[in-house]
Every structure is written in C-alpha cells, then in structure tokens.
C-alpha cells in the first residue's frame, strides 16, 4: 500500500501567556520545519472571534507563510466561501499565485468558521440557501481560468492563475460536490471524524473524472502528538484536551500548558465527547504513531495526512512532527 503523503493545518494558536505576534512567528517556525522534512503542502484555517486562534485574516497570512518558505505549497483549509463575494476570494488568490507561482491552493468550507453574531457581521444582511455554495464554488472555476472572450467580469490577478481548487467538508454534502465537479477533497476528521468513511466513499464512488484530475484525490485530516514515549505524549496532548472541552462546552480559550493525569480529572461523559471528537488522533511514542497510522492509511485509503498539532510548546511541536515524519518513513 503506497503510504500517504504528510502534509499540516495550522490554526495559529495563540497560547495562554503568548501574544498574536508569538503565534505567528511560531507558525513561521513550523511551516519551515514541516518543508524541511517534506512535507507537501501547509495549509491555514479561517476562523473569525475567537480568543485562541490568530488565522482569520487567512489569505494575509497564506502570504507571510509562502513568503518565509522556499518551496512548499501553502493554502486555505479553508476559505469560508459563504463570508466572501467569490470575485473578492479569486483576486486575492490570483495575487498570491502571481507572487508565489505553482505554490498555492484555494481550499473552500461552506461553514461560517464562526457563530451566529459574528457570521452576520461579516456576511452583513445576506442570506445564505443550499445552492449558493455550488454556485460560488463554479465561479470561482469561472474566475481563475482563462479570461474568455466576451467575459462581464474578469479577475485581475487572478484570471489565468488557475489556483488548484479543493473542497473541504466534515459531512456528506462537500464529497458529493467535489466527487461532482471532478475536484480534490479534504475531509475535516481532525474534529468531525464521525462521517469520515461514508463521506470518503461517496467521493470516490461518484467521482467523475475532468480537467483537473483523473481519478480521485483525498486528504483526511488527522490530530497528531508525537514524543518519545506514549506517556508524555499523552501528557503533551492535555493541551489539546482541554482546548476540545473548551470547543465542547462553549469556553474558548488560548491553547493552555498541559495538565498531568487530564483525563482522568475530568468525568467520563467528558472524556468520552473529547475521544469522539479525537477519534483518528494519533497520540503516543514512535512506534504507537507508526502503528495509529499505518492503521489510518489502510482504513482510509488516504492519498495524504493532513496533520493538526496543538502543542504547547513551540520546540516539542516542531519535535511532534519530526517524529511523526520519522513514523511514515
């Protein structure tokens, strides 16, 4: 089994005790730790009033990101469609891609990336229905391919660009769409792992082929802690423990230090929504991950790793992914 390709989602987590301006040097450091060990591609969620995450101005940040790297692609995962008018997501993207050629990509959520108050406030008064997100994701197509004769409304950059497009989705609505227009997919199991399988299998089952690709392609999103031994990875991944409950029960907060015994603090209904929520994490020592993993690529099929690391500390992240690159050799 050809094993899958490493690639990372960074949510530029602002740490408790840190600043905005910390998170996002940290995520500086580890895109280029992730091109030095070959990583394919690093990708950058958009999320809007929250605390703990500094990526919502994502397209800024895809920029400072290939702009401080050499040679790996850096992206959206994802662009929040429903919060931009597609003309403004085209020029923005046909930017980066004049900037940085043949190294950036345009992934597309139809979440708001944000609750109900502050969706209105970047929406303003639009209203948005089932069959918007089709429509905005096809002129967008429209957008960044050749300018044709005739053509209203032309992207400038960005006509000609032809930014590889990928859907994201943690249901089946996306796998369907994508499987559709014959483009990649991305499947948010790093915190939505419930629909996983089925979501995969109606991609590829419905899959038609097009210009852009010939058969299909996924990414599966996957939490990954890496160390030495399982026990202080699981002591590492408390921060992220606590971040999910904090996600769970409405308290977002900045990524907090880890907590010895974590899980064992908390009651087992918490810890039983915190696991659901993990459940494709991949926390342990060298040979626990090689293991987790190896097992992941043979249920998935997966053609990449999109890994999701919220450690901590700055160094022992870089560490996590050196590991987890060693666990896939």
Not at 21 to 28: P, R, S, T, Y
Not at 211 to 224: N, T
Not at 287 to 295: C, K, R, Y
Request: glycine share 10%; aromatic share 6%; hydrophobic share 45%.
């Amino acid at each position: 089994m050809k094993k899958p390709v490493l690639s990372m989602l960074d949510l530029v987590a602002v740490r408790e005790g840190g600043t905005v301006a910390d998170a996002l040097q940290i995520a500086v450091r580890t895109a280029r730790c992730a091109e030095r060990l070959g990583f394919a591609r690093y990708w950058l969620a958009e999320h809007h009033n929250m605390p703990g995450i500094a990526s919502s101005a994502t397209a800024v940040l895809v920029g400072h990101i290939a702009g401080a790297t050499r040679s790996i692609r850096v992206g959206s995962g994802g662009i929040m469609l429903p919060n931009h008018a597609p003309l403004v997501v085209a020029e923005a993207f046909g930017t980066l891609a004049e900037l940085y050629p043949g190294r950036i990509d345009l992934g597309l959520g139809r979440a708001p990336g944000t609750d109900g108050p502050t969706m209105r406030a970047l929406r303003r008064n639009r209203v948005e229905t089932e069959e918007d997100f089709p429509r905005d994701v096809q002129e967008l197509q429209r957008l960044l391919g050749p300018a044709q004769a005739g053509q209203a409304i032309v992207a400038v950059p960005g006509a000609g660009t032809n930014v590889p497009i990928w859907l994201l989705g943690s249901s089946l609505f996306s796998a369907q769409l994508a499987a559709h227009l014959g483009l990649p997919y991305a499947f948010a199991s790093h915190f939505a792992p419930r629909m996983l399988h089925q979501a995969l299998a109606i991609y590829r089952q419905t899959f038609r082929p097009g210009a852009v690709l010939a058969k299909p392609y996924a990414i599966v999103g996957v939490p990954v802690v890496a160390a030495p031994t399982d026990a202080e990875a699981q002591f590492l991944a408390s921060s992220t423990y606590q971040r999910v409950l904090g996600i769970l029960t409405g308290n977002r907060t900045r990524l907090p230090p880890p907590v010895e015994g974590f899980m064992e603090q908390i009651t087992e209904r918490e810890r039983a929504a915190i696991e659901d929520f993990l459940a494709v994490g991949v926390i342990g020592g060298p040979q626990t991950v090689q293991t987790g993993l190896a097992a992941l690529a043979e249920a998935t099929q997966a053609d990449e790793f999109m890994l999701v690391s919220d450690v901590f500390d700055a160094d022992l992240r870089l560490r996590s992914l050196e590991l987890t690159a060693q666990a896939m050799v």
